[in-house]
């Protein structure tokens, strides 16, 4: 019994040395940040929180940011693109779109270094949508109405209880029109596309990585492995160690981010202006 026990603690031993020993000499030196599924303001605070740690870590030397995502709110879209474009100024950092990066998302993978596709990638989808559910026939049918007292003739624009006029009309259409100017400029400095070019294309379609390509919205339709080589070339490393700080969550923010599927109801719902792929 004596040696049984004795051998456990030399097991146990063994496992923490092997541990120190790996962890010694295989300190990572890429981190790899995702971006999933519908940008809020919630995910986009997320990204940017690992956008500094990435930039404050000395031992991280690029990073692959990868993206599966139709876009979202316009405003969050370039936080991370902005975040992003700031790292990439220190760090390179490589977007890799896997499945989808359109409309916002493809918004913010503009902030890196280099952006790679896979040849069947959904990508592009460049341009600005401002949507909202309208019940005005519904509720003079019914008999429901809502009492507003507003300081001027749009200040209610959106208001589902009422037909939308004109001058909201007129509004709201100015104020896409600047959100996709400043979308395209972000787009154009990036890709070093200009603007002329870019505006025959950017109408809201969406492209195969492979066309994205020949359309210079993307760098190569290699995947993870050209991902990989661009890293090596441009940190001068030999060797990718990556680690996944996306993956590295506490218990609350676990939580937190089941609450954000809400959050994603909520910005589907509210009138505002999205850089989203529907």
Same mark, same amino acid.
């Given at each position: ?161 009422? #037909?939308?006029? =004109? ?5 709201? +259409?100015?104020?896409? *029109? %600047? &959100?996709? /100017? ?46 990989? #080589?661009?890293? =090596? ?5 030999? +060797?990718?160690?990556? *680690? %996944? &700080?996306? /993956? ?31």
């Amino acid at each position: 019994m004596k040696k049984f026990i004795i051998y456990i603690i030399l097991a146990v031993i063994l496992v923490f040395a092997a541990n120190v020993i790996y962890f010694a000499f295989h300190v990572p030196n890429t981190a790899i940040i995702n971006l999933n599924g519908i940008i809020t303001e919630y995910k986009a605070n997320q990204i940017i929180e690992d956008i500094k740690k990435a930039k404050s870590d000395t031992s991280i030397k690029a990073v692959l940011f990868k993206i599966d995502s139709p876009g979202g709110e316009a405003c969050s879209s370039q936080r991370i693109y902005l975040a992003l474009k700031e790292l990439s100024q220190k760090k390179p950092v490589v977007a890799l779109i896997k499945t989808v990066g359109a409309s916002g998302a493809y918004f913010s993978a503009c902030g890196a270094n280099k952006i790679v596709a896979y040849p069947t990638s959904i990508v592009g989808s460049i341009g600005v949508i401002f949507e909202t559910l309208n019940f005005s026939q519904l509720a003079k049918r019914i008999g429901i109405s809502l009492f507003v007292v507003k300081t001027g003739p749009v200040k209610d624009v959106g208001n589902p209880f009422r #037909k939308p006029t =004109k001058k909201d009309k007129k509004m709201i +259409k100015n104020l896409i *029109e %600047n &959100i996709y /100017e400043q979308f395209i400029s972000a787009v154009s400095k990036s890709r070093n596309i200009p603007i002329k070019n870019l505006k025959k294309i950017a109408d809201g379609s969406v492209f195969t990585g492979k066309q994205a390509l020949k359309l210079k919205l993307v760098d190569s339709v290699g995947g993870e492995k050209a991902a990989e #080589k661009y890293i =090596k070339e441009m940190a001068h490393i030999k +060797k990718i160690t990556f *680690e %996944n &700080i996306s /993956e590295k969550k506490s218990l609350t923010s676990n939580i937190l981010n089941t609450i954000s599927y809400l959050e994603i109801l909520h910005i589907l719902a509210q009138p505002t202006a999205k850089a989203i792929y529907q």
